[in-house]
């Protein structure tokens, strides 16, 4: 955020008025930019330049008005913040928390960073600006994890520990950088607020999203689900107004298009094109452009919904074959493939279920089959599935084949099925032949989401995390096994 040059009163009675002013709550959204901008020194951004984005004044109305008569319609205060790097989001966030304890008495709040050090970090913007004008607010000096106000409003710097998180109720909850949250911890910090008269319930979770897999990611995609407001904004958002520039002569052309133009932030033009020439492509687009989290470290970078999902159904003049991973605890997975006379692989259907009986998936199997069972080409399975349960006397292939499915299976490498899936995904000579279903959507995750560990085995084996392994196993069972199978003729 861009500070401008601190004005003293000039006489008493500006004083007064000065103090006057600072006492009252703003009342619409450009008071708001106006309180900021005259008492805490900052100019926030309010101008959206890419589709689909917001400007940061977006987030911070959002924060200040869910307690307003402006935003009473609002059942909860959550949102989540998703911006580049310098974008900003840990001041904004502090601004925020400055404002609620000062206009929402009594209101607490939590600061809780993805480490100790993120969280010190809003809370000493949080001090300086108290330190700007508001002192006399305080009740007591600022301590180094925790402040008061007269008015009985708290702030309080939290570690990230499931126990820390645990027990305590509080009105608003910022958790700032969740990419490098422990996750268990997060989820034990979302029963941590509660509603007052004068202010309702909030978690907000701020990051850059680095990882496709990462829990930023997670979040992003529940929100879609639960209706959670996600504020995205990138570098062009917070970028200064590029004035003497030839646009054609910019490094920064082919990304900016010319929004630099008609922007209103603060990062220096010259500063983001030294970081983008000292970045990866995949790096910069995750950490300032925010277009996709970075793909370094997933198994398959080649995976692009543009070009392999696409609205594809049941071929009843082609062979169907079905694939297999057994699980309970983890899901239970199937899925549905056609094969194309050229030998283009269409995923047409899934079906993922955890915690039910191989009775009920062998049924559920069958009804989902839309031709009769002899007529289907083939079921492949895990080869683990000839083992004995030692509850049930028998295995899993077994029982599959009391319900009248015949299943086949050869044993292979992972790292064979996982080379069989890059080859379809793009092939040598640049094409891809493998298409998938948008409904398939457990698979679709998992080919975007499908990782390594972050600590490097020397194997070289993805990450058996029982969430995004299980539709790859499956689709991995198709590929070792269909190349041994005999060719079924197309049905024309």
């Known amino acids: 955020m861009a500070r401008k040059a601190k004005q003293a009163p000039h006489n008493p009675d500006a004083e007064a008025l000065c103090k006057q002013v600072r006492s009252a709550a703003p009342a619409t959204r450009r008071q708001l930019k ?105 009740d007591g000096p600022i301590r180094k994890h925790r402040c008061r106000f007269k008015n009985g409003s708290t702030v309080e710097v939290m570690t990230q520990s499931a126990r820390n998180v645990r027990g305590r109720h509080v009105r608003k909850l910022r958790c700032d950088e969740v990419e490098l949250f422990d996750e268990n911890v997060y989820n034990a910090a979302k029963f941590i607020t509660s509603s007052s008269p004068s202010a309702l319930a909030a978690m907000e979770s701020a990051s850059t999203a680095h990882r496709p897999y990462g829990l930023m990611q997670k979040i992003v995609n529940h929100a879609a689900e639960t209706g959670v407001p996600v504020f995205k904004w990138c570098v062009f958002e917070v970028i200064e107004r590029c004035r003497d520039r030839v646009c054609s002569q910019c490094p920064l052309w082919t990304d900016c298009r010319g929004r630099a133009q008609r922007a209103d932030g603060y990062l220096k033009v010259d500063d983001v094109i ?89 049924e559920a199997m069958k009804a989902r089959t839309p031709c009769p069972e002899e007529a289907v080409a083939a079921t492949f399975c895990d080869p683990a599935g000839q ?87 499956a689709l991995r069972y198709f590929f070792t096994n269909h190349i041994h199978t005999k060719p079924h003729s197309a049905r024309y």
Request: hydrophobic share 40%; proline share 6%; aromatic share 10%.
């Open 34 to 138: 106006d309180y900021v901008r005259a008492f805490l020194d900052l100019k926030v951004p309010d101008t959206r330049l890419c589709d689909g984005h917001a400007a940061p004044m977006d987030y911070l109305w959002h924060a200040w008005s869910v307690d307003t008569a402006a935003g009473r319609t609002h059942k909860n205060g959550d949102c989540i913040v998703w911006a580049n790097r310098g974008g900003g989001k840990t001041r904004l966030a502090a601004v925020a928390t400055l404002l609620d304890c000062l206009f929402k008495s009594p209101c607490s709040v939590r600061i809780l960073g993805g480490s100790l050090e993120q969280s010190t970090r809003m809370y000493e913007y949080l001090a300086d600006f108290a330190h700007n004008g508001f002192e006399d607010q305080l």
């Open 274 to 362: 030294t970081q983008m020439r000292r970045s990866s492509r995949a790096a910069f687009e995750a950490e300032m452009l925010c277009l996709r989290p970075a793909l370094d470290n997933v198994v398959f970078a080649d995976f692009d919904e543009t070009v392999h999902v696409a609205p594809i159904d049941y071929d009843p003049n082609l062979p169907l074959y079905r694939t297999v991973d057994f699980g309970f605890v983890n899901p239970f997975v199937c899925l549905y493939i056609q094969v194309e006379p050229a030998g283009r692989i269409r995923v047409y259907d899934e079906y993922v279920r955890a915690r039910a009986t191989l009775d009920a998936n062998a």
């Open 387 to 473: 083992g004995r349960n030692h509850l049930t006397g028998t295995s899993a292939i077994r029982e599959m084949a009391a319900h009248g499915i015949r299943m086949q299976y050869r044993p292979a490498h992972i790292l064979d099925g996982i080379e069989h899936i890059r080859r379809h995904l793009r092939a040598g000579d640049g094409l891809a032949r493998l298409l998938i279903a948008p409904r398939c959507v457990r698979l679709i995750e998992a080919l975007r989401c499908y990782h390594y560990p972050d600590n490097p085995q020397p194997n070289e084996l993805p990450q058996k995390d029982g969430l995004y392994d299980h539709p790859i196993d």
